[in-house]
């Protein structure tokens, strides 16, 4: 269970409010980034800017990334662990109604958590497959945009069992990935990991394993992946920045393997984070 | 173009702001109504309020739908014209994350705002297809909640061009709405209108003109319609609360007959707007 954040800054200072003609709450017209910090420092946060970059991009939202970036600094800076959070929406509303000028100022929105307390999970997690499908919509596909509902709903699914994670499928019956994580499956010497041109988060540590595996001569697959190819899989593994790479011990109740590339991979990981 | 609201009201109280941690802006996690108000009196009150229960229903939020209608009721009564709309969130988050207890106390955000100033659009409005797929599942179509990112990129594709309003279809192919409207296409003497079971919202004054031409003895279909259809069609017709019922004059640049079904659709509606 996390905690209320110790800091919000709005736009730069300190205030716990935002207005209601906001876009961002009366649309979902916006994006966010959540950024794992140790050390007093933020870290991946090229990537995370650059995610947020080609985000902006896509929504046509103009946001001060060099202010975005201090920022975060910033408050990672005055702890050694911590989550930050960057919520970038287009601003409070011109006009009422979904049309935008492109002129509209963004909002920046700047929490800090404490680190969350958590078990260990490094042996593994038990995971179930979602019943709530994602749409598909490539416009939106990749990018970390407010409109969350679908994972919301998702998590529900989790009331009462003893998984921490479901698997989520679209509405075509691809594999996506977690409601908070991205999915690796291992087959055979091969990490797979699915293409997200339709649906899901392209996540910041989905792009760290992709490359340091790469560069550490492990062949790593994007690609449509369907869903019994999970079920045939020698090892599965999750992804996000706060949990890195967590092996899947447990899928729908059948036992995994916590097999030798996930291990590969967590060292990769905690090596880059070190870097 | 419309104006700032006249009134904002944050559970009740006279506010411009919202905490930062409500999660209609953390997740898109609520629901809205936008209600056309006139002579003090909130239309078709009871179909919003229907709607509401139902999507709150759909998303498990709790929200108290008495003080929602006291609330709306009052904003109306204190002018001859307005718009009242009413967003319902599921509340500030509980701890940071998706997951929801479902012990979360809804908050409510209710603005007023003056009769935008507008032309006569009864002559017909001209309209285009949009670009813009409408990503599809089953578990969110039909309810008006906050993840409203498609309508707000459809809509700029407007800009630069003379149409007023965007057809839309789902990423499977069907026809669904326009960005803030429902369509209504004639086939033979009888209305169709495309069943929302994946995507779309389900309008306020679409259900107004099914129930006003059924009771007048106007067939109408509520299905699948395929995205030919709308080019097969004798007329075309789009719905919201604000607007009624708008002939499509030119869709795509062709020219459509403005006939007699929309024209006695649009008498109904005077009729139950006045009852």
Not at 60 to 82: C, F, P, V, Y
Not at 225 to 244: K, M
Request: charged share 25%; glycine share 10%; aromatic share 4%.
């Amino acid at each position: 269970v996390s905690s209320p954040p110790e800091i919000t800054l709005v736009n730069g200072a300190a205030a716990d409010t935002l207005s209601t003609t906001d876009r961002g709450l009366q649309y979902g017209d916006g994006l966010f980034e959540t950024i794992a910090c140790s050390g007093g420092r933020a870290r991946f946060l090229s990537l995370h800017l650059d995610r947020l970059a080609r985000s902006c991009e896509r929504l046509q939202i103009t946001a001060d990334l060099a202010t975005i970036q201090t920022e975060i600094e910033t408050l990672a800076s005055g702890a050694d662990r911590s989550i930050v959070k960057m919520i970038v929406t287009r601003g409070p509303w011109q006009a009422r109604g979904y049309s935008f000028t492109g002129s509209e100022v963004a909002t920046r929105i700047a929490f800090r958590f404490p680190w969350p307390a958590e078990g260990d999970t490094s042996a593994g997690v038990r995971v179930r497959t979602a019943q709530m499908r994602l749409g598909e919509n490539a416009a939106l596909a990749g990018i970390k945009h407010l409109s969350r509902l679908e994972q919301v709903l998702a998590r529900a699914e989790l009331r009462g069992g003893s998984e921490s994670e479901l698997l989520m499928f679209s509405s075509s019956g691809r594999l996506v990935s977690g409601t908070m994580s991205n999915v690796f499956i291992v087959r055979g010497d091969r990490l797979v990991t699915p293409r997200l041109d339709l649906c899901g988060v392209a996540g910041v540590m989905r792009r760290v394993v992709m490359r340091e595996a790469g560069s550490a001569g492990i062949g790593v697959e994007e690609r449509v992946v369907e869903a019994r190819e999970i079920f045939e899989a020698s090892e599965v593994f999750l992804t996000n920045v706060r949990l890195g790479a967590q092996p899947v011990a447990v899928l729908d109740g059948r036992k995994l393997n916590v097999g030798p590339l996930t291990r590969r991979v967590q060292e990769l990981i905690a090596k880059a984070a070190d870097g």
